[in-house]
C-alpha cells in the first residue's frame, strides 16, 4: 500500500543534542510537510516543500532545519532542541495542488521526548 | 488572516444518534475546507473536503459535511454514530498556497 512512513515513531533526546526525524514516502507526491503538534493543540505548519523548492513559515524558529535528498525522502533536524520541542512530529504529502487543491496524507508521527 | 475555530473542545454523543462537530472559519478569498480524524498515537487521516460546488460533500466512513457561506461554516456530521468514530477530529483551511490551518480539535465520544 501507498504510504508515508516517519521513523522512529518515538525518539528521546537530552537538552540540546542534536537530534533528526525521518519521513518517507512511497505516493510520489511531490509536496511534503512537517507539522508540529503539542499535546491537545492543532498540528502547526513548520515548512514544506514544493519538489526541492523549500518553504519555510516566518515563525518557524531557526533551530528547526530540513532537508529533501529526493521526491521520497525528507528530513526534520532540531540542533539544538529544548524542553519546549517535546511534541508530535507529523509528516505529510500532497499532490500538486497548482490545478486542484488536494488533500493530505499523513504519517503516523514521531513523538519527541527532550530529557 | 485565516483562521479555524472549533468552538467545542468534546461532544458526547449516544451510539446510533446522529452526531455534528462544528468547525467556523475566517479567510478573504475562496476557503479549501477539509476535515481529518486522529485516532490515538496515530497520523491524521482525511475525511472529506470542500473544494467548490455542492455545499453537501459526502466522505469516508459515513461522514458528510455541510459547507455554509453565509455562515462561514463547515460542520461534519453523521446520521448514526458508532463507538469506532470516537477520536480527534479536525478541520482544516487552505487558499490554495499549501499553507494549512487546522483548527484545536474536538474530541468525539460516541457512548454505547
Known amino acids: 500500500d501507498a504510504m508515508v512512513i516517519q521513523n522512529p515513531r518515538y525518539q528521546v533526546t537530552q537538552f540540546g543534542k542534536p537530534v533528526t526525524l525521518s519521513c518517507s514516502q512511497t505516493?510520489?507526491?511531490?509536496?511534503m510537510y512537517w507539522y508540529q503538534q503539542k499535546s491537545s493543540q492543532a498540528p502547526k505548519l513548520l515548512f514544506h516543500?514544493?519538489?526541492?523548492?523549500?518553504?519555510n513559515e516566518a515563525d518557524t524558529p531557526d533551530n528547526f532545519q530540513s532537508r529533501r535528498p529526493n521526491t521520497s525522502f525528507c528530513f526534520l533536524d532540531i540542533r539544538s532542541p529544548g524542553l519546549g520541542d517535546a511534541a508530535m512530529y507529523l509528516c505529510?504529502?500532497?499532490?500538486?495542488?497548482?490545478?486542484?487543491?488536494?488533500?493530505?496524507?499523513f504519517g503516523p508521527g514521531t513523538r519527541l521526548t527532550v530529557l | 488572516a485565516q483562521s479555524v475555530a472549533q468552538p467545542e473542545d468534546q461532544v458526547n454523543v449516544a451510539e446510533g444518534n446522529p452526531l455534528t462537530v462544528k468547525c467556523t472559519y475566517s479567510?478573504?478569498?475562496?476557503?479549501?475546507l477539509f476535515w481529518y480524524v486522529q485516532y490515538p498515537n496515530r497520523g491524521l487521516q482525511f475525511l472529506l473536503k470542500?473544494?467548490?460546488?455542492?455545499?453537501l460533500v459526502k466522505g469516508s466512513y459515513g461522514f458528510e459535511a455541510e459547507f455554509n457561506k453565509s455562515q462561514t461554516s463547515f460542520h461534519l456530521k453523521k446520521p448514526s454514530a458508532l463507538v469506532s468514530d470516537s477520536a480527534l477530529y479536525f478541520c482544516?483551511?487552505?487558499?490554495?498556497?499549501?499553507?494549512?490551518?487546522f483548527g484545536t480539535g474536538t474530541r468525539l465520544k460516541v457512548l454505547a
Open positions: 516543500y514544493y519538489d526541492k523548492d523549500f518553504n
Open positions: 505529510a504529502t500532497s499532490r500538486d495542488g497548482r490545478i486542484l487543491v488536494n488533500e493530505q496524507f
Open positions: 482544516a483551511l487552505t487558499t490554495g498556497t499549501y499553507k494549512y490551518i
Open positions: 505516493l510520489n507526491h511531490n509536496v
Open positions: 470542500y473544494i467548490t460546488g455542492d455545499n
Open positions: 479567510v478573504s478569498g475562496n476557503p479549501y
